[in-house]
């Protein structure tokens, strides 16, 4: 088993910057990816961005240039970096982790933290 546990939500205006992180511990070893996914309201959830094992990391068009993933193995964190906050990232952001690749970008991880709410509004 695996726990998770997100915290770094916000409310920010437009054009400010948060950073997500999301606590792991457990049996880590078994997973080989993790991510963030995010839904809106009123929107489908979406896979924010990845990170494997070997440290590859994959954004969505979305947030490309604007975010970065990052692992801290020191402190059992992986973080989500935003900036040029919109609107439209307005959303309850999800760490998740699982085995597979597929299933964190299909939004069927194993694993997913409680949740962290982003708003941004001026």
């Known amino acids: 088993q695996v726990q998770l546990v997100d915290s770094g939500g916000d409310s920010v205006q437009p054009g400010g910057s948060l950073r997500l992180s999301c606590t792991y511990s457990?049996?880590?070893?078994?997973?080989?990816?993790m991510g963030w996914l995010r839904q809106g309201p009123g929107e489908q959830r979406e896979t924010v961005a990845t990170?494997?094992?070997?440290?590859?990391?994959n954004y969505v068009d979305s947030v490309k240039g604007r975010s970065t993933m990052s692992t801290d193995n020191a402190k059992n964190t992986v973080n989500l970096q935003m900036n040029s906050l919109r609107p439209e990232d307005t959303a309850v952001y999800f760490c998740?982790?699982?085995?597979?690749?597929?299933?964190?970008?299909?939004?069927?991880?194993?694993?997913w933290g409680q949740g962290t709410q982003v708003t941004v509004s001026s």
């Open positions: 998740a982790a699982s085995t597979t690749y597929n299933a964190v970008v299909t939004g069927t991880p194993r694993y």
């Open positions: 457990g049996d880590i070893l078994s997973i080989q990816v």
């Open positions: 990170i494997t094992s070997g440290d590859f990391t």
